[in-house]
Nanobody, 125 residues
């Protein structure tokens, strides 16, 4: 199983980016999925996640109303649409998936078996 991310880059504050996470030998059906990020000198944190039980979406307060998560119809690619980006959104972004995690919210990093390699997002002021 492999998750491969793309779409990161440099953008000005107020701009938008869409990240993609393609899954190989896995579909996101019946998986908890989410996006996490790690800024320099900080711990990795959950940004936006979807519950495997009821598809409820959980957001970090800092990204609510700006970031959305979606998948393609085949559920082999997930997307993170990021609008109105801010310099504090600068981080390496990771996608993750897990078949067994059934909690609400993003949960602990250890709950996820599958991770992407990370893609850098830099927002200039």
């Amino acid at each position: 199983v492999q998750l491969v991310e793309s779409g990161g880059g440099l953008v000005q504050a107020g701009g938008s980016l869409r990240l993609s996470c393609a899954a190989y030998r896995l579909t996101f059906h019946d998986h908890a999925i989410g996006w996490f990020r790690q800024a320099p000198g900080k711990e990795r944190e959950g940004v936006i996640c979807v519950s495997r039980m009821d598809a409820r979406v959980s957001y970090a307060d800092s990204v609510k109303d700006r970031f959305t998560i979606s998948t393609d119809s085949a559920k082999t690619t997930m997307f993170l649409q990021m609008n109105n980006l801010k310099p504090e959104d600068t981080a390496v972004y990771y996608c993750a998936a897990d078949y067994y995690y059934s909690g609400n919210g993003c949960g602990d990093l250890s709950e996820y078996d599958y991770w992407g390699q990370g893609t850098q997002v830099t927002v200039s002021s």
